[in-house]
């Protein structure tokens, strides 16, 4: 197996791995929190963040939901690898579950708050679904590394 697939399939050695799933969770709520191009185009917002906005509303509704599935599975596998994946027996870690799951929730509900956004409950069961699969295909990751290892 690769150094590089087992730098991200077994727990991390080095103490500052949390950073990366908490810095993958500020861009995504950085993505999310954005508005749609028609509002930054009646603020007469930063041409840059129009363009960017413009890129990620830019192709079907259905496939922005869709979307959720691999940005939560990466999420949650982060936070897996963080924790060292799931205990033997187990098919998750129980703190990368929590963490994922509270965060897509959160997610999801801010986005209320923002100018152009709503609460989607297609969002939600992609974030949900996005996380279990994230989880279990890590776990899974380990148990085929350590029986190839046996």
């Given at each position: 197996?690769?150094?590089?697939l ?17 810095g ?15 509002y ?6 930063p ?6 906005s ?31 994946g ?22 999801e509900?801010?986005?209320?708050l923002?100018?152009?956004?709503f ?19 890590h776990?899974w ?10």
């Amino acid at each position: 197996m690769s150094r590089f697939l087992q730098f991200w399939i077994q727990k991390p050695e080095f103490m500052g791995s949390w950073a990366l799933p908490v810095g993958y969770m500020i861009v995504l709520q950085l993505l999310t929190g954005i508005p749609k191009p028609e509002y930054l185009e009646l603020l007469e917002g930063p041409e840059s963040l129009w363009e960017l906005s413009k890129i990620i509303y830019d192709y079907p509704y259905y496939l922005q939901d869709l979307s959720h599935f691999p940005l939560f599975a990466g999420l949650a596998w982060l936070w897996s690898w963080h924790y060292g994946g799931p205990r033997s027996g187990k098919f998750f870690h129980g703190k990368a579950l929590g963490i994922a799951m509270t965060y897509g929730i959160l997610n999801e509900c801010i986005q209320v708050l923002l100018p152009t956004r709503f609460l989607s409950t297609g969002d939600l069961m992609m974030n949900a679904a996005g996380v279990l699969f994230g989880l279990w295909i890590h776990g899974w990751a380990l148990r085929s590394k350590s029986l190839g290892a046996n």
